[in-house]
């Protein structure tokens, strides 16, 4: 609308033109009665358009009716008082102007021409995230539209408008908004919109509105993640180690890294609202023995937080216990070791403690009270004021024997014929001994540990040989196995026979002295086997006792 807004040639027409018309209409007179009209008067078109203009009059004989444009125009139709032309390709905004004579005198009109354009809208890129709390600038980028004056943008978030409509200065235009960014801005989509308000021309309110852009934000607190890890890690064993943070947002989003020295942890990363839960197994190397740093970084949008705790990997090794030989013989020497790794105070079972590092020697004689022996031997490391334990044992096997101990084997043994008993007897001896008991005479065996039910063969003298690859030691046990005496059996059958003859004379006395006295008499036929029942069971009780 404004001249400067003119392309310089056009600029210069409109002048010429419009002094013409000055001089025109002074000189004007008669002719001023009637009038020129434009129509339509003061168009509003889109770019590009093209329009059909009249040029009428009222005058009865107007002459040389024309129309003055930098534009493309073409001459349409005519009539009395009126003629049409088609202005096309309207790029810009322009003054047309129309004259013509009328009765001799020059006679003209004028008309603006306002050419609407939309405008091309974008937001400018956000940063990919935005800490919460900080004052977010959008930035809205307008190119084109027309007419300015008519042209507003704001900015949105979702629907919601961000600031007042501003008015769309410059080319490209910029129009921004700052927003303090919150939690609930993360996943927000801001965009802008342009209003061409053309409702005073007739055409409405055209809107336009930039593709949407999502703001990511975050929160992270400014206290450092919590390292959880043991102070001490032997070498070749796994533990848990943990890094823990609460009060960032969105949890979720987050990246951990975890690393025990440059060797970076698997981790299992689990959020619950604000809070941040790493996991990992840490396993202790061998060539990572010493003070290391377990760190923990964790990273939300564009920063980061980062923790470290100090972790010893130690190594303990031990305790080895050495015998100089396992299996030794009686009466020999036996050197026992007991070692460990570096800085291990070992202790060993009767030896002078040494200092930590240093092997504990015992040197000892061997007897056969040493079969069997275990050495213990006790290990001990100050990791970190931590004292840790490790112990080992080990046994001895001391050759020797064989041997009976005469305590533990009768060397005379009385028992009855026909009775039943345990021989017992035992030999001692590493490897052990087979032991066995034969008669010197007839070879015969006696079990050892059965029993047994004797009889007058295995009377004599035994010879009980204990035998192992080491020898031979041999005991002599007597068996005196007795028969049953045939005096004491007779002198019981005697008096047996005896009291059963006394019994039986008392009842034929006493039943005599019945009869004689009512004339009638019975026999009690089960009397006289009262002392054959007494004599068995004599027998019986006599066997149990032996
Ligand atoms: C131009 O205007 C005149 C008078 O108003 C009218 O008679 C004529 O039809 C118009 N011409 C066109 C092409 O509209
Ligand atoms: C419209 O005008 C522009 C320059 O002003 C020109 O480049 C274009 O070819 C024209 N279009 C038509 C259809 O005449
Ligand atoms: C035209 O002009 C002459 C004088 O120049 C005047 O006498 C005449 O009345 C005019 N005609 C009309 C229709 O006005
Ligand atoms: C954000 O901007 C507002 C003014 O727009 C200002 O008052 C406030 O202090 C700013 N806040 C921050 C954190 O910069
Ligand atoms: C923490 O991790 C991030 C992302 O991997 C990395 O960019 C940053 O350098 C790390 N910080 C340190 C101190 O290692
Ligand atoms: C870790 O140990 C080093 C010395 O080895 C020490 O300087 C540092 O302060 C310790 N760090 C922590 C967190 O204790
Ligand atoms: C030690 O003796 C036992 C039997 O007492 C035997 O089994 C083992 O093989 C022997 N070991 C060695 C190393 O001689
Ligand atoms: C035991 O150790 C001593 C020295 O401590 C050594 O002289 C001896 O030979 C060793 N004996 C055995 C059986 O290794
Ligand atoms: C092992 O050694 C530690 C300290 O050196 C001691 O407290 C502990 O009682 C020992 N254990 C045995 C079984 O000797
Ligand atoms: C020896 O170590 C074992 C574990 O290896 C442990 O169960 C036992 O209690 C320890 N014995 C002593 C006496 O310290
Ligand atoms: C003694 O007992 C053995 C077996 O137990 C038997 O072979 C032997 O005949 C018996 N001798 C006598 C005299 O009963
Ligand atoms: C049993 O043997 C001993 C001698 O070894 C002998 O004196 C005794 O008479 C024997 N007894 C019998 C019943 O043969």
Known sequence: MTPSRLPPGACRTLFISQLLICCLLSLGGQGQRFRLRLEPQDPVLPVGGSFLVNCTTDCPQPQLINLETSLSKEARDHGVGWAAFLLSNVTDDSQIHCSGYCNGSQIATSSGITVFRFPEVQLAPLPPWHPVGDNLTLRCLVTGGAPRARLSAVLLRGEEELSPRRPVVGEPAEV?????????????????????????????????????????????????????????????????????????????????????????????????????????????????????EIVCNVTLGDESRQARENLTVFSFLGPFLNLSDTNVTEWSTVNVTCTAGARVQVMLDGARTPPP?????????????????????????????????????????????????????????????????????????????????????????????????????????????????????????????????????????????????????????????????????????????????????????GEEAS
């Not at 056969?368 to 490790?390: I, M």
């Not at 010197?440 to 009889?455: A, D, F, H, T, Y």
């Not at 086997?529 to 068995?536: D, I």
């Open 357 to 541: 590092g240093k092997p504990a020697q015992l040197q000892l004689l061997v007897n056969e009270s040493d079969d069997g022996r275990d050495f213990f031997c006790n290990a001990t490391l100050d990791v970190n004021g931590v004292v840790l334990h490790k112990n080992t044992t080990v046994q001895l096997r001391v050759l020797y024997g064989p041997r009976i101990d005469r305590a533990k084997c009768p060397q005379r043994l009385t028992w009855k014929d026909r009775t039943t008993h345990v021989l017992r007897c035992q030999a001692r001896g590493n490897p052990a001994p087979v032991l066995r008991c034969s008669h010197e005479r007839s070879g015969l065996v006696v079990p050892i540990g059965i029993p047994l039910c004797v009889n007058l063969t295995y009377n004599g003298t035994y010879h009980c040989k204990a035998a192992s690859p080491r020898g031979t030691h041999t005991l002599l046990v007597v068996i005196d196995v007795q028969s049953r005496s045939s005096l004491s059996v007779s002198i019981v059958m005697v008096v047996l026979a005896v009291v059963g003859l006394v019994a039986v004379v008392v009842a034929l006395v006493y039943i005599f002295r019945m009869q004689t006295q009512s004339g009638s008499y019975y026999v009690k036929q089960q009397g006289p086997s009262v002392p054959l029942t007494s004599m068995q069971s004599e027998e019986t009780v």
């Open 176 to 292: 921004t908004a700052t927003v303090l960014a919150g939690r609930g801005d993360h996943g927000a989509n801001f965009s802008c919109r342009t209003e061409l308000d053309l409702r005073p021309q007739g055409l409405g309110l055209f809107q336009n509105t930039s593709a949407p852009r999502q703001l990511r934000t975050f929160d992270l607190p400014a206290t450092l993640p919590r390292v959880e890890a043991p102070l001490n890690l032997e070498v070749g064993t796994s533990r848990p180690v943990h890094c823990i943070l609460d009060g960032l947002f969105p949890a979720s989003e987050a990246q951990v890294q975890m690393a025990l020295g440059d060797q970076m942890l698997d981790l299992i990363v689990t959020s619950h609202g604000d809070k941040l839960r790493a996991k990992a197994i840490a396993t202790a190397r061998t060539d990572q023995e010493g003070v290391r």
